[in-house]
Each structure stands twice: as C-alpha cells, then as structure tokens.
C-alpha cells in the first residue's frame, strides 16, 4: 500500500465493484480494493496499480487501511462498517475520514471524523461527482454554523487545552449562545455561529472569545492599537481562547558545529523582539549542505516542527534580492542563506530580514496568500508582499 494516494474504496459486491471503479476514475488519488472471497467471488478482469483484489477479511483489511490512508470510502450497509471499524477507533484527532455509500451511489454518509479528518468535506465532494445525497450530521453543520475545530483545521492553528475549548465552544455554538471572535490579521476564515469583534470593548455578556493571532503577547499590540480602550485584561484573559494559525517560517544560517543552546536562545531572542508566539512557527529551514547540522535539527526537534533544506541552485536564483557576503559564497556557494531560504518557504513573503547572532542569521517569512503588513520592528523596514 502506498501512502501518497491518500483515499481508500472499500467494496464487497459486484454493484459495489462497478460504484468503486466510476469513482476511481473520477477521483485520481484513490485505491480500490475489491474484497473477493467464496460467497461473492468477486474477480478484477484488468490489472492496474491503483486496483487491488484482496481475498483477507474486511476487518484484517480495514485494519491496514487505517493506518494507512487518510480517507476512507465503504461501498456497503453502514451497519457492516460500524461494526469492522469499531475496534480500531482511537481519537477524531487521528482516526482517518470514514465515509460510506449504497452500493447504488444514492447516499453518502460523513460517519467518522466529520471536522479535524476531513469526512464532511470529502462527503461532499464524492456526492458532488457520482450526483448522490450528501449525509451529514454534525451539530454545526446541520445549523449551518462554522466550529472552532474546523477553524483551527483551516488555519492549521495551535489551540491550547484543544479538546475541552472546541468542546465547549462549538457546544455554545449549536445552542445559539454568544461566543467572540476576534481576528487580528488578515486571516480568512468561516465565522458563521460567531459574533464578529471589530475591538474587545463592551464583552461582558460573551462567555468565550476566540482570539486568531500569531502573536505571543497578543495584548502588547492590542493596548497600542486602541490606546483609548478601556479593557479589564485580567477579565478578558479568562475568557479568550487564543488560535495560533502556523504561519511563520524561520530560515537560518550559521556557522558549522554551532552550539545548539546558542540557536535555540538566538531564536527566542527573535521572536521576543517581534512579538511571536513560538506555536506559528510551521517549519525552519537552511541550505542543503546544512542537511545533518546538528543545532538545527535539535531545534526542529524541540520545536516539534519539520526541518526543510533548500539547494544551493535555487538559493542562487534569488539570494542577488538581499545584501552578499562573499565570506558565505566563498564557504556554501551562494551570498546568504537566511533570508532566501525563508523568502523561499514564505514564497515570496519574507517578513523579518537576515538579524545577525554569533555566528547565526535568522530571517523570518510568512506564508500568506493575503495581503498582510508587519511592523518589522527598529533598524528595519516595514514589508508589504501578496503571495
């Protein structure tokens, strides 16, 4: 099984088999497994490498399956589905998107992880091609209201204390009560359900407010844009739920055998300076001869984050934007390496140019397809850029 076709079509019937193979030629990034054993006797009249008989039982299947695709589409009875699948159920934050359809493509039904696992919105799109009935019965969607959940998938955000906050927020929701949100930034997002906050003046009757920010003190910011505001923090900090979209992208660059507290305290020092939150950074990255350095991928480590290198080619096609040092061309062949290799993960969204450390330089991008302006802070310049 491969895992780069992410959505598996389970079937058991002929009929199935027939609905199984329309949908695969309508969705190119799905597998078929056709389940043959002595009652059906199902065969496969064509070999193909995205076609698959298998003659194992459902549930020896569906247990591979699971770990292995992140959507998966039953063509059966949804009470056989309940049933294989039960045993394998783990969390909505890790179960893959589980969808079932009639072996007559009239319905399909969101069955299993709706929201984080993408079922509702992979419903839809299976219905929309084969002209069937979209099944789905998730609380907010059914009131036609967005979720904090499906905001954070959206924005691909940190939340802290994640399951009770979307618990009891989207419950807030689907009764009709009033929850906040605040958006500080040019993020778009579904904000059905939600009572838009253009200020956080005059919130006293609204129990939660979700807060969209990358920013680690959101209220240092806040207080200088509305200087006039008057605002109990302490009152407000109990009731803000801070999303944290992973937006930034660090480049670095630095010295062979550079200490690995001494990046780690240099970052910090970066971050404090421009107020932002450790929680949006979505990658770092260097050139690719950096690729086993061992101060950034302890620092990839400690940040839970992936660490991306860029080859010195493509460093080249870009690093005559930013100021050359002959000392880096002469060492890793191209002028700089922070901020090209942040412009280059930002795609053309660098917003904090190369600062220098002992040793270090760290730029800092932004991955945006908005508009989006940040004050870069003294001795810099301000950027504008649109990806």
Partial sequence: MSTEVNIAIVCITENGKNLALKIQTLIKDSHVYIVSNKQNKLQLENESKNIFLVKEKLSVLTEKLFKDYQYILFIMATGIVVRVIAPYIVSKFSDPAIMVTDEKGQNVISLLSGHMGGANEMTKRISKLINANPVITTATDVNKKSALDMIAKELDAHIDDFRDNVKDVNAMLVNNQDVGIYIDGKYNVDTRG?????????????????????????????????????????????????????????????????????????????????????????????????????AILDLAENLSVPFKTVSTNEISKVDYLFEKSEFVKKNVGVYCVSEPVAYILSKGNLIIEKHKYKGITISVGRVSKVIYVIGIGPGSKELMTMQ
């Fill in 194 to 294: 939600f009572k838009v906050l253009d200020n956080l003046e005059n919130t006293d009757s609204i129990a939660k407010i979700a807060v969209i920010t990358n920013k680690n003190d959101f209220f240092r910011d806040y207080t200088d844009k509305y200087k006039d505001s008057c605002i109990n923090q302490k009152q407000l900090e109990e009731k803000i739920i801070k999303v944290i979209p992973k937006d930034i992208v660090i480049g670095i660059g630095c010295r062979r055998n550079t200490d690995s507290d001494l990046l780690k305290e240099s970052l910090d020092d970066l971050l404090k300076r421009y107020n932002i939150h450790i929680k949006s950074i979505k990658e770092i990255g260097s050139i690719d001869v950096k690729y086993d350095e061992k």
